[in-house]
């Protein structure tokens, strides 16, 4: 079974510091798709990033940008210059294809906030 | 565009009772996916939906159900609600052209137990 894993329950950093957010995933399949998600207190899941699996370009996305190494299944992402609106869940999540359908495999999410 | 709606934003029911719980995707979105967020269990899959056909299931029992409609509207059915229900329950769509796309989401139903 597909496991996503996030060791940092809660982090915190000061506005415009840079922070990482770890992620390791266990998969046997070559093909999938990996997100960050975003949570803040409004429950809205936003999407932050996305990273297909067959690519070896990191992501980057504005202030938000991805180390992806698919041989240690590691899936990091880093947030440049915080800001007090990133405070929120972090969610990552792996995607893949099960019967015709696909499907999201969630980690427990990491709580960041961005202290002024 | 209009985003993934979802009603009602908050429920609360009582142990036994039953409960309906509506998601309208993005127009144009045909795939509808519904997500369980609990502190504990964290977010887990339910079931997802296309063309008003469930093409996969998570690893919940049978007192959950759901279908979508010809317009790609979802609805997920809860019976005989027990207490371990309460959660806030995640409809997202995608637009599935037959690959993987990403799936956006909607704000949510906090469903309370009593």
């Known amino acids: 079974a597909q496991t996503v894993t996030q060791s940092q329950p809660e982090m915190s950093v000061q506005e415009a510091e840079t922070v990482t957010l770890s992620c390791t995933y266990d998969?046997?399949?070559?093909?999938?798709?990996l997100f960050w998600y975003k949570q803040p207190p409004s429950r809205q899941m936003i999407l932050v990033i996305r990273?297909?699996?067959?690519?070896?370009q990191n992501a980057t996305e504005n202030r938000f940008s991805v180390n992806f190494q698919k041989a240690a299944k590691s899936f990091s992402l880093k947030i440049s210059d915080s800001q007090l609106g990133d405070t929120a869940m972090y969610f990552c999540?792996?995607?893949?294809?099960?019967?015709?359908?696909?499907?999201?495999?969630f980690g427990q999410g990491t709580r960041l906030t961005i202290n002024p | 565009k209009a985003g993934v709606t979802q009603t009602p934003r908050y429920l609360i029911k009582t142990r036994g009772q039953q409960v309906t719980l509506s998601c309208s995707p993005i127009?144009?979105?045909?795939?509808v996916s519904w997500y369980q967020q609990t502190p504990g269990q964290g977010l887990q899959f339910l079931f997802e939906?296309?063309?008003?056909?469930?093409?996969n299931k998570g690893n919940f029992p049978g007192r959950f159900s759901g279908r979508q409609f010809s317009n790609s509207r979802s609805e997920m059915n809860v019976s005989t609600l027990e207490l371990g229900d309460s959660a806030l329950y995640l409809c997202?769509?995608?637009?599935?052209?037959?690959?993987?796309?990403?799936?956006?989401f909607g704000q949510g139903t906090r469903l309370t137990v009593v």
């Open positions: 990273q297909e699996a067959y690519k070896q």
């Open positions: 939906y296309f063309s008003e056909t469930q093409r």
């Open positions: 127009s144009g979105h045909r795939s």
């Open positions: 998969t046997s399949e070559n093909n999938y798709y």
């Open positions: 997202a769509s995608s637009l599935d052209p037959g690959g993987i796309t990403e799936a956006f």
């Open positions: 999540a792996f995607m893949k294809w099960v019967q015709g359908a696909q499907k999201l495999v």
